[in-house]
């Protein structure tokens, strides 16, 4: 997960949700990661990692593997 969190953070991108989201549409992605399985060692329970950029608010999102470290932009 670190190198997730470098490789955004190099983008600008740092953890976390632009303010004007609503809280449930987060509830529901991180609900839908909880029951994720990995492509990639087919890992079943998945990590929410939201990320905004500051200056615009712009949002991404990536379902990650405790397992293995995969991840996938939602
Ligand atoms: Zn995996």
């Known amino acids: 997960?670190?190198?997730?969190?470098?490789k955004m953070a190099r983008e600008g991108y740092e953890p976390g949700f632009p303010g004007s989201m609503e809280t449930a549409n987060h509830a529901i992605?991180?609900?839908?990661?909880?029951?994720?399985?990995?492509?990639n060692c087919n890992h079943v329970g998945l990590?929410?990692?939201?990320?905004v950029e500051q200056t615009s608010q712009d949002f991404?999102?990536?379902?990650?593997?405790?397992?293995?470290?995969?991840?996938?932009?939602?």
């Open 47 to 51: 990590t929410y990692m939201p990320f």
């Open 60 to 74: 991404r999102a990536f379902s990650f593997c405790p397992e293995c470290g995969n991840a996938e932009e939602l």
């Open 1 to 6: 997960m670190k190198d997730l969190i470098a």
């Open 29 to 39: 992605d991180a609900e839908l990661c909880a029951n994720g399985i990995c492509e």
